[in-house]
């Protein structure tokens, strides 16, 4: 059982979909074009049925194996979304669990991961997590070597390239985050042009930096702890 109560997710929930429509409406964007991913990540099965009730799309989990258990003990109709790193070890699993993968960040990730869909028998959505604050303590593609890693993964056959993802470095200075997200959507702006193709999703912001994140052209926000408390 969830120590939350359906009721009490609600009201987070409805006071984070308030904060992301008030941050569209302050840059001119439609609210409609932010998603909410629920980050259920050391949180019970329940958590992704609480998301699937409220109506979201996709919940988001850092490990393989903690969404393998949990998507076998949950019933709700919602899909699952890879956020933390993945090793090429893991690859199998990741492309047999996920519905899809925002944390590929080298071209080694993305040639396991291909072979491991298309043995599955499926094309597998991705996005490339790329370290737009520069932050020696997140994980990522560098931006310099966005481009190479970007050129083999529209190569792989079994991988659909939806966009970019990032994680600002944690700082007391809100500008930090917010010059990683401009980062990504100028990198994301370039790769678009070179590669000609769209990249549309930029899955950045998260609990504490969801509104510079949507400033920055953020078309889905990762929320965990606004939405489910504290993690333990
Ligand atoms: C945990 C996590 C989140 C959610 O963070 P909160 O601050 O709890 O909203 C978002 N993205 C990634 C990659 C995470 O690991």
Known sequence: MMTLPYDEFKTRADKVRAQIAAACVAVGRDP?????????????????????????????????????????????????????????NKAKLAAETFDRVQSVDSVKLVNHLDRAAAAAGKVLPILLQINAGQDPAKFGAEPTDAPALLEAALAAGALR????????????????????????????????????????????????????????????????????????
């Not at 019933?75 to 090793?87: F, K, N, R, V």
Request: glycine content about 8%.
């Open 32 to 88: 409609a074009k932010v998603e909410l991913l629920a980050v259920t990540k050391t949180h019970p099965a329940a958590a992704a049925d609480y998301a699937a009730r409220y109506g979201l799309r996709a919940v988001g989990e850092n490990r393989v194996q903690e969404a393998v258990a949990k998507r076998a003990e949950c019933s709700a109709a919602i899909t699952w979304e890879l956020i933390g790193h993945l090793q090429s």
């Open 161 to 232: 390239v939806d966009g970019l993802m990032t994680i600002a470095p944690l700082s007391d200075d809100p500008d930090v985050a917010r010059r990683t997200f401009v980062n990504l959507r100028t990198i994301r702006d370039e790769l678009a042009g070179r590669f000609g193709t769209p990249l549309c999703e930029l899955s950045m912001g998260m609990s504490g930096d969801l509104q510079a994140a949507i400033e920055a052209g953020s078309t889905q926000v990762r929320v965990g702890t606004a939405l489910f408390g504290t993690r333990a």
